[in-house]
């Protein structure tokens, strides 16, 4: 069995919050095998309290809990923890996923899932810690042919310049910050339109797919721009390829 180093420096720890113990053991055994430490919870007393003493990278968060919802755990993480979240949500729930990304989650996985989604989620999310909790950052954001100079606030496609509408920037320049990760709709609206932003769903349509013209060598098929359906759109930034 090949060990894959878990990717920014010594292991990882990552925090388990699942109560249906076959599914725990998947994620934990899955985790285990790619070099990360894993610490468990099953239910959200108990993912309060680990989470208190271990500081964990990562928390993998069930968001249906026996003794209460996990967006109850989100919200309690998020009052003192910056810790990426990544919400495990039942498919009959869509609506609750997107509640909890618009309250601070950073991704999610919809189950079923296999340990390939899961290890590209699990990358994506603790790169991005990593990327913006240390250091200054890189300016120059680059996945496949596309370019985005954040300080220049110039974009290029395969070297070539592409000019941006400041609404067409705006979506773009928020996709990136959030690179390789879901951005809900709610959050590109109130990024470009403010706290009323809500109403402009169908505006918000026209402007990515205009954006996706001018930035994508196949519109009809995306390959950056990626719809999440009834959730938002997620810049792909290449790292969750295995
Ligand atoms: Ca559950």
Do not use: N
Not at 25 to 48: N, P, Q
Not at 50 to 73: I, Q, S, Y
Not at 209 to 223: N, Q, S, V, Y
């Amino acid at each position: 069995v090949t060990v894959e180093p878990a990717g920014e420096g010594p292991a990882a720890r990552i925090l388990v919050v699942e109560d249906e113990p076959r599914f725990r053991r998947f994620l934990s055994v899955s985790l285990g095998a790619r070099g990360y430490r894993v610490l468990e919870a099953g239910d959200a007393a108990s993912a309060i309290r680990v989470a208190a003493e271990h500081a964990p990278d990562l928390v993998l968060l069930d968001l249906g809990l026996p003794d209460a919802d996990g967006m109850e755990v989100l919200r309690r993480l998020r009052e003192w923890s910056e810790v990426p979240v990544v919400v495990l949500s039942a498919r009959e729930r869509e609506g609750q996923k997107v509640e909890a990304l618009d309250a601070g989650a950073d991704d999610y996985l919809t189950k079923p899932f296999g340990a390939g989604e899961l290890m590209a989620r699990v990358r994506v999310a603790l790169r991005h810690a990593g990327r913006f909790g240390a250091g200054p950052g890189d300016s120059v954001f680059r996945t496949g042919d596309l370019e985005v100079d954040r300080a220049a606030r110039r974009v290029t496609v395969r070297g070539r310049p592409v000019h941006c509408t400041p609404i067409e920037y705006r979506l773009l320049q928020t996709l990136v910050r959030h690179a390789g990760r879901v951005v809900t709709h709610r959050i590109l609206l109130e990024a470009v339109w403010g706290p009323h932003g809500a109403e402009q769903m169908h505006t918000l349509r026209v402007h990515m797919a205009a954006l996706r013209r001018k930035i994508e060598e196949d519109p009809a098929r995306p390959g950056l721009l990626v719809t999440e359906a009834g959730v938002g759109y997620r810049l792909d930034d290449g790292g969750g390829r295995e």
